[in-house]
C-alpha cells in the first residue's frame, strides 16, 4: 500500500484562488517532500520539510507538516494556469536504507 | 547540462522481445533509480543503485534487471516483454540514497507499450 496518499484527488480552481492539497502517511518519516509533473514530463522537485519541521515557504508555496496527525499540505497561493500539474507528496521513511515513496499524486487544474 | 536523459522517449515492443531502457546523468550523482508509472497506482520504485557497482531491488522488480557499471549510466533491461510492462518508466538520480535532505532529479521518461 501506498505511504504517501493524496487528497483529493483532482482539483479544479480558478486563477488566482489558492489551492491546498493534502498528503497522509502511515509510519514514521525522516522527511516529506513534494513534487510536480506536467504532462508528459519527469517529476520535479518542489518543497522538502523535515519531521522537525513545522511550515516552510518557497515562492508561492507554503508546506505544513503536522507529524502526529501523520499529514502534510501544499497550498499553492494566488495560482496561475501554469501551475496546472500533477503534484506528488513523497515520504522518506525512518530507517536505513529508507528510500522515497510517492503517492498517487493530484491532478490540479487552474482555468484562466 | 543536460541532467538526466532517458533514450528512447517511446518504444512499442511486441511481447517475448527483450528491450533496455537507456538513463545518463551528468550531475556526477551516486544514486540512480527506475520507476514506473502507471495510472492509479502512481510511482513506484523497480531498482535502484546507490553507487557504481550496486544496485538493489525496489518495490516491483519482477521482470526488470538493471546494472551499473559507472557512475553516469543505468540502464534498465526486460529480458522478456509482458503486457503488463506496458508503462512510462522514469529514471530518478540523487546525490546519495535519499538519504538526509537529498532531492531526486527525474529523467523524461520512456513511454513502452508491449503488445
Known amino acids: 500500500s501506498q505511504q504517501g496518499e493524496e487528497d483529493p484527488q483532482a482539483l479544479s480552481i480558478q486563477e488566482g484562488e489558492n489551492a491546498t492539497m493534502n498528503c497522509s502517511y502511515k509510519t514514521s518519516i525522516n522527511n516529506l517532500q513534494w513534487y510536480r509533473q506536467n504532462s508528459g514530463r519527469g517529476l520535479v522537485h518542489l518543497i522538502l520539510i523535515r519531521s522537525n519541521e513545522r511550515e516552510k515557504h518557497s515562492g508561492r508555496l507554503r508546506v505544513t507538516l503536522d507529524t502526529s496527525k501523520k499529514s502534510s499540505s501544499l497550498l499553492i497561493t494566488a495560482s496561475r494556469a501554469a501551475d496546472t500539474a500533477s503534484y506528488f507528496c513523497a515520504t522518506l521513511k525512518t530507517g536505513a536504507n529508507s528510500k522515497l515513496t510517492f503517492g498517487k499524486g493530484i491532478t490540479l487544474s487552474v482555468r484562466p | 547540462i543536460a541532467g538526466i536523459t532517458q533514450a528512447p522517449t517511446s518504444q512499442i515492443l511486441a511481447a517475448g522481445r527483450r528491450m533496455t531502457l537507456r538513463c545518463t546523468q551528468d550531475?556526477?550523482?551516486?544514486?540512480m533509480y527506475w520507476y514506473r508509472q502507471d495510472l492509479g497506482l502512481g510511482l513506484r520504485l523497480i531498482h535502484y543503485s546507490n553507487t557504481a557497482g550496486t544496485t538493489g531491488k525496489g518495490e516491483v522488480p519482477d521482470g526488470y534487471s538493471v546494472s551499473r557499471a559507472n557512475t553516469d549510466d543505468f540502464p534498465l533491461t526486460l529480458a522478456s516483454a509482458v503486457p503488463s510492462q506496458t508503462s512510462v518508466y522514469f529514471c530518478a538520480s540523487s546525490l546519495t540514497l535519499a538519504g538526509g535532505t537529498d532531492t531526486q532529479y527525474f529523467g523524461p521518461g520512456t513511454r513502452l507499450t508491449v503488445l
Open positions: 550531475m556526477r550523482h551516486n544514486a
